[in-house]
């Protein structure tokens, strides 16, 4: 089994930056890709930022790109997501997500919630005006 962890959510005045962190333990050797996805009340969980462990293309979302980065360190259990220039429709609850291996496509992206086996709680990113 996998458990994924959040950390770092919080509140942050429009235009800040702020950086989350997911780790990632128990049988990582199940996880080959990891990513952020946010989500506010009443609408559907929406893609962020995710890669593969072992490199390649890292996918964002529309409304981030160039605003949000997602970094991995040496070990590549954890992955971070740094957060800048941020405005008050960043609010949401922040998920970390890890796929395994299992059907993986290189050259595919995997945005959608589905692609996804393992999840974290969440942690509440706040964006004051």
């Known amino acids: 089994q996998v458990h994924v962890e959040e950390f770092g959510g919080g509140v942050v005045q429009a235009g800040g930056s702020l950086r989350l962190s997911c780790e990632a333990s128990?049988?990582?050797?199940?996880?080959?890709?990891m990513g952020w996805f946010r989500q506010v009340p009443g609408r559907q969980r929406e893609f962020v930022a995710a890669?593969?462990?072992?490199?390649?293309?890292?996918y964002y979302g529309d409304s981030v790109k160039g605003r949000f980065t997602i970094s991995r360190d040496g070990a590549r259990n954890t992955l971070y997501l740094q957060m800048s220039s941020l405005k008050s429709a960043d609010t949401a609850v922040y998920y970390c997500?890890?796929?395994?291996?299992?059907?993986?496509?290189?050259?595919?992206?995997?945005?959608?919630?589905?692609?996804?086996?393992?999840w974290g709680q969440g942690t509440p990113v706040t964006v004051s005006a």
């Open positions: 997500a890890a796929k395994s291996p299992s059907f993986d496509n290189p050259v595919y992206a995997y945005t959608d919630v589905h692609d996804y086996e393992y």
């Open positions: 890669n593969r462990k072992d490199g390649g293309i890292t």
């Open positions: 128990g049988r990582t050797s199940e996880v080959l890709r």
